[in-house]
Structure formats: structure tokens, C-alpha cells
Nanobody, 124 residues
Framework: QVHLVESGGGLVQPGGSLRLSCTAS????????MAWFRQAPGKERELVAS????????????SYAESVKGRFTISRDNAENTVNLQMNSLKSEDTAVYYC?????????????WGQGTQVTVSS
């Protein structure tokens, strides 16, 4: 059974940084396509960043929502079996609950039950 636990959220001022982590059990993140999503109050959950399986032919290709390009970086830590999201130059509109999930590469369909997520609040 796959279990995903998000962590690393918090309160940060605009322009600040946070690093989110998603710890996976019951699966190996290196050979799966993974993604970070977020849901702001009153809005639908949206895809933030994805990283394809680290196998041919996608070889760990990353993709980002336009709103976070150049500011967020998704990565894997294979030793820890985690997927991380480095968030820099944070804006108030980045405030949301952030979730990770295993996805179907290409269509970004989430495959696992959602975890509790981790709250990110960007405010002065």
C-alpha cells in the first residue's frame, strides 16, 4: 500500500523560500512519475510541478506550471525515497495546501489517495 506524507510547509514572508518534502512508502519514487499539486482556499487543486520516472525515455523530465516556472524546482532524493519541491521567491498567491502524488505521466492523473498535505502561507 502506497503512503505519501508531505512536510516542510510553514509561514514565510513574500520573497522567501521553503523546501517541501514528500516521503513515500510502498513504492519507489525513482521509477515512478511524481508531482506536486496545491489547493488554495476556494479553488480547485492544481498541478504545480511534475517529474517523470527516471527511466528511458523520459529520464526524469521535469515540468512546471507557468505560474511557478523559474521559482520552483522539483527533485528526487533516491536515498531517502522522497520527492522535494524547492520554492523560491514566494508570492502571496502561492499560499495553499501542497500535496504530492504518483501520477500517470503525460496526463498527470493522480493515482494514490491524497495525503494530508502541508500548508504553505506566504504573508508579511
Amino acid at each position: 500500500q502506497v503512503h505519501l506524507v508531505e512536510s516542510g510547509g510553514g509561514l514565510v514572508q513574500p520573497g522567501g523560500s521553503l523546501r517541501l518534502s514528500c516521503t513515500a512508502s510502498g513504492m519507489i519514487v525513482n521509477i515512478n512519475s511524481m508531482a506536486w499539486f496545491r489547493q488554495a482556499p476556494g479553488k480547485e487543486r492544481e498541478l504545480v510541478a511534475s517529474i517523470s520516472a527516471n527511466i528511458y525515455p523520459t529520464n526524469g523530465r521535469t515540468s512546471y506550471a507557468e505560474s511557478v516556472k523559474g521559482r520552483f524546482t522539483i527533485s528526487r532524493d533516491n536515498a531517502e525515497n522522497t520527492v522535494n519541491l524547492q520554492m523560491n521567491s514566494l508570492k502571496s498567491e502561492d499560499t495553499a495546501v501542497y500535496y504530492c502524488n504518483r501520477i500517470v505521466s503525460g496526463i498527470n492523473y493522480p493515482l494514490e489517495p491524497w495525503g494530508q498535505g502541508t500548508q504553505v502561507t506566504v504573508s508579511s
